[in-house]
């Protein structure tokens, strides 16, 4: 197996024990990843694409919903596959397989997919807060970057919490639509004939608006960073890594995917079934927009469908905001070799998906999210492709795959639904490329300078990505880790620290720092024990102060010196002014200080927001080892 790689979600790889089980609880201690997934392809973006398609067309693109989700459970099946037999998520494997331009490129668009699906979770819970507190849109929308202490919070508990509570809101989203299935009492017999496929490629405006819609609601329910996550998410189970239990690790993965799929299918279904019975049945054609179905669901039913449908609505939003962190978290180490904090993370995510809501709702108002809601699903969809070929072939690879390579049909399956996917964005690309030139001959230059040069750029990105596997399948490339490789230690000889600093704020730390100082250098070494002065004079001055609090700092400082030498240890106080990480750092780097020792306060994550973290801040701006001695539990 590959095993030079960093893990991926490291934090909670293979922290969930799958062995020493048999029947019930064995399958239940599989259960859960491919329920994270699910709740991508019922997300907010979901309900705009399944209402878009239900209000304007009934029951006639159910068959294109059942299609997604085959593709979707063949395609998530490979995904798991990968992470389980090679230990690699789909990032690290690409990672490995194509040069670091590539990967660049492919972190790119996998990120601007992410931040498409992250748009639409911002605007969803943005309606369900309007529609149900009558928030305005733009709070909705800048609300919502708080979910980020819920995603640590849940991070934090273990992976199974978080699963138990994206089970939890699927399982709201799904009694609320059970009984509005019941309010809405839909046509049988028209559902029944949604499943025969219609004809999506005539050039009459209706098959065109047709087309655009499906093609939202593949990109809608085959979410690229999907693919990402499942094949991480699948290595928080720890396996018994010989080819038994590989073998059974792929069953009960695959008993957890089809579960959980089908159950974001009826959702989705349940969802297109409300629009068609509701509004096409009663000749309201253009529901486009979620606030419009809310208010025409409370016309039609009266007041509690409307508010199960607005309740499932934020549980959507809340539940699938988890997975876009946890993708994009993957897909940074994986392509690009790039470890940040988890809530910078998400932070980041969030803020470069809130920008286009807020633009939007500021220049174009609140009319048109909805639309916004549709484009990022199309968005989603044209990314498919670089997600889905390297997949393809990497679980196509019967040497990396170690005998779980995929076989024949499950190959050519794969292929005809890559090639389907790829076929039907090359359309919508090419049709909208038409519109535009029609419809702005003003722009005709920039569509030919910019926007053709950069489509094709793309265009010949994913003919590589195509290709290289095929060409150069010997030929992959060494791991690179976020934290780099081992080196050999050879021989360990004592350093001997001459000048070592021991910062001093006056606390109850201040013993424990002096005393591991004193355990680096003995009475050979040099003690210079620093103070900084923080009153407001200092910090404006970053000079010299004789205030009252300087006198006494003065004075305590040397009761410390005198302690010291007492002690038969060579010791000299240094007082310093202003800034305490500035102030630290100057006095140790004039002083040719060789070592020091800082005590931490022992804050909390609240506290170090509030009042900053200095030992942080002195790592940064000094060149020498710092020891942070961290106070003991009382």
């Known amino acids: 197996m590959d095993a030079r790689h960093s893990e991926s979600l490291s934090n909670v790889h293979g922290t969930v024990n799958?062995?020493?089980?048999?029947?019930?609880?064995?399958?239940?201690?599989?259960?859960?990843?491919?329920?994270?997934?699910?709740?991508?392809?019922?997300?907010?973006?979901?309900?705009?694409?399944?209402?878009?398609?239900?209000?304007?067309?009934?029951?006639?693109?159910?068959?294109?919903?059942?299609?997604?989700?085959?593709?979707?459970?063949?395609?998530?099946?490979?995904?798991?596959?990968?992470?389980?037999?090679?230990?690699?998520?789909?990032?690290?494997?690409?990672?490995?397989?194509?040069?670091?331009?590539v990967n660049f490129c492919l972190y790119i668009l996998a990120q601007i997919a992410i931040i498409a699906c992250d748009l639409a979770e911002i605007i969803g819970m943005a309606i369900g807060l309007n529609l149900l507190f009558d928030l305005p849109m733009i709070w909705g929308v800048i609300l919502t970057i708080t979910d980020t202490v819920l995603l640590l919070f849940l991070m934090n508990k273990g992976m199974r919490k978080l699963e138990a509570f994206i089970v939890s809101m699927i399982s709201v989203i799904g009694i609320a639509f059970l009984t509005e299935m019941f309010i809405v009492k839909p046509d049988v017999v028209e559902i029944a004939k949604g499943f025969i496929p219609n004809n999506l490629f005539k050039n009459d405006a209706v098959s065109q608006k047709m087309l655009y819609i499906a093609i939202g609601i593949i990109g809608a329910t085959v979410m690229p960073h999907n693919l990402y996550l499942h094949s991480s998410l699948v290595q928080t189970r720890k396996i018994n890594r010989t080819k038994e239990g590989i073998k059974a690790s792929?069953?009960?993965?695959?008993?957890?995917?089809?579960?959980?799929?089908?159950?974001?299918?009826?959702?989705?279904?349940?969802?297109?079934?409300?629009?068609?019975?509701?509004?096409?049945?009663?000749?309201?054609?253009?529901?486009?927009?979620?606030?419009?179905?809310?208010?025409?669901?409370?016309?039609?039913?009266?007041?509690?469908?409307?508010?199960?449908?607005?309740?499932?609505?934020?549980?959507?939003?809340?539940?699938?905001?988890?997975?876009?962190?946890?993708?994009?978290?993957?897909?940074?180490?994986?392509?690009?070799?790039?470890?940040?904090?988890?809530?910078?993370?998400?932070?980041?995510t969030r803020l470069l998906a809130i920008l286009p809501a807020v633009f939007t709702i500021l220049y174009f108002g609140e009319d048109a999210l909805s639309d916004l809601l549709i484009l990022s699903q199309v968005v989603l969809s044209l990314q498919l492709g670089f997600a889905i070929i390297p997949l393809i072939h990497f679980t196509s690879d019967k040497t990396k795959m170690h005998g779980f390579a995929i076989g024949p049909i499950a190959k050519t399956g794969a292929w005809i639904s890559a090639?389907?996917?790829?076929?039907?964005?090359?359309?919508?690309?090419?049709?909208?490329?038409?519109?535009?030139?029609?419809?702005?001959?003003?722009?005709?230059l920039e569509i030919y300078a910019i926007v053709i040069p950069l489509i094709l750029g793309v265009g010949v990105l994913m003919l590589y990505i195509f290709i290289r596997p095929l060409l150069f399948k010997l030929k992959e490339r060494p791991s690179r880790v976020p934290h780099g490789e081992a080196t050999s230690i050879g021989d360990i000889s004592p350093i001997?620290?001459?000048?070592?600093?021991?910062?001093?704020?006056?606390?109850?730390?201040?013993?424990?720092?002096?005393?591991?100082?004193?355990?680096?250098?003995?009475?050979?070494?040099?003690?210079?024990?620093?103070?900084?002065?923080?009153?407001?004079?200092?910090?404006?001055?970053?000079?010299?102060?004789?205030?009252?609090?300087?006198?006494?700092?003065?004075?305590?400082?040397?009761?410390?010196?005198?302690?010291?030498?007492?002690?038969?240890?060579?010791?000299?106080?240094?007082?310093?002014?202003?800034?305490?990480?500035?102030?630290?750092?100057?006095?140790?780097?004039?002083?040719?200080?060789?070592?020091?020792?800082?005590?931490?306060?022992?804050?909390?994550?609240?506290?170090?927001?509030?009042?900053?973290?200095?030992?942080?801040?002195?790592?940064?701006?000094?060149?020498?080892?710092?020891?942070?001695?961290?106070?003991?539990?009382?």
């Open 18 to 101: 799958t062995e020493h089980r048999t029947g019930w609880r064995k399958i239940f201690a599989f259960l859960g990843p491919a329920y994270l997934v699910s709740v991508g392809y019922m997300d907010p973006g979901n309900w705009a694409t399944d209402i878009a398609g239900g209000s304007a067309f009934g029951y006639r693109l159910i068959w294109v919903l059942l299609a997604s989700n085959l593709i979707a459970l063949l395609l998530q099946s490979l995904s798991a596959r990968l992470g389980i037999v090679r230990g690699l998520d789909l990032a690290q494997a690409s990672k490995n397989a194509y040069p670091r331009f």
């Open 250 to 348: 792929l069953k009960f993965n695959m008993f957890d995917t089809v579960i959980a799929l089908n159950l974001a299918f009826l959702v989705n279904a349940a969802i297109l079934i409300l629009a068609a019975g509701a509004f096409f049945k009663n000749g309201y054609f253009e529901v486009a927009e979620i606030q419009d179905a809310y208010k025409l669901l409370e016309n039609i039913f009266g007041k509690i469908a409307p508010v199960l449908f607005a309740v499932a609505l934020i549980a959507s939003g809340q539940s699938s905001t988890v997975t876009g962190t946890l993708a994009g978290q993957i897909i940074m180490e994986g392509h690009i070799n790039l470890r940040i904090a988890p809530w910078m993370r998400r932070l980041l």
């Open 419 to 444: 090639v389907l996917i790829v076929g039907l964005n090359v359309k919508l690309v090419i049709d909208q490329i038409k519109d535009w030139i029609n419809g702005y001959p003003g722009a005709r």
């Open 496 to 634: 001997l620290y001459k000048n070592i600093a021991v910062t001093i704020d006056f606390s109850a730390n201040d013993r424990d720092s002096i005393r591991h100082a004193i355990m680096q250098g003995g009475k050979d070494a040099t003690y210079t024990l620093i103070h900084v002065v923080e009153t407001a004079a200092a910090r404006y001055h970053e000079t010299e102060v004789m205030d009252r609090e300087t006198q006494s700092d003065v004075k305590n400082l040397d009761m410390y010196v005198d302690d010291l030498k007492n002690l038969g240890y060579d010791a000299h106080g240094q007082i310093g002014y202003g800034i305490p990480a500035k102030a630290i750092a100057k006095i140790v780097n004039d002083q040719g200080i060789d070592f020091m020792v800082m005590g931490s306060h022992g804050h909390r994550v609240l506290k170090d927001l509030i009042f900053g973290t200095t030992v942080n801040a002195v790592r940064h701006l000094v060149k020498v080892p710092v020891l942070v001695v961290k106070p003991q539990a009382k």
